[in-house]
């Protein structure tokens, strides 16, 4: 990830129907969601959906999938990804332990799950 990539997508989810797309998104995963039904789902009417969707899709936020008549979209989780840890790369300039109470905060919204038991 580069700056000019941050700042693209920084700059997509600076609108508030884009970063409500988005996190529709991220709760859509990994099924996805199809454009017209992001749209009602947002009450935004299709074509600006549509506006919308290029846009995150330019800043590498989102990806679309043509499945017969319907694009399915998707968060791209690794552009997510990427942008956040260039935002935290050399994180409070080399001292980790300013950054310790962030990273916290990130660890446990997605905790792993437990592995079942296995039996022999």
Not at 63 to 76: D, H, K, L, P, T
Not at 95 to 103: G, M, N, Q, T
Request: hydrophobic share 40%; with cysteine; aromatic share 2%.
């Amino acid at each position: 990830m580069d700056e000019n990539k941050t700042i693209a997508a920084l700059a997509a989810l600076a609108q508030p129907t884009r970063l409500q797309t988005f996190r529709l998104l991220v709760e859509r995963e990994p099924d996805g969601i199809a454009a017209g039904d992001l749209a009602r789902a947002l009450g935004v009417p299709q074509n600006t959906m549509s506006a919308h969707l290029t846009i995150l899709s330019n800043a590498g936020l989102v990806s679309g999938e043509r499945q017969s008549r319907s694009i399915i979209y998707r968060a791209n989780l690794e552009g997510l990804r990427s942008t956040i840890l260039y935002l935290l790369q050399d994180c409070c300039g080399g001292k980790a332990r300013l950054c310790a109470p962030l990273i916290a905060d990130l660890t446990p919204c997605c905790p792993p799950k437990e592995a079942a038991p296995t039996t022999i």
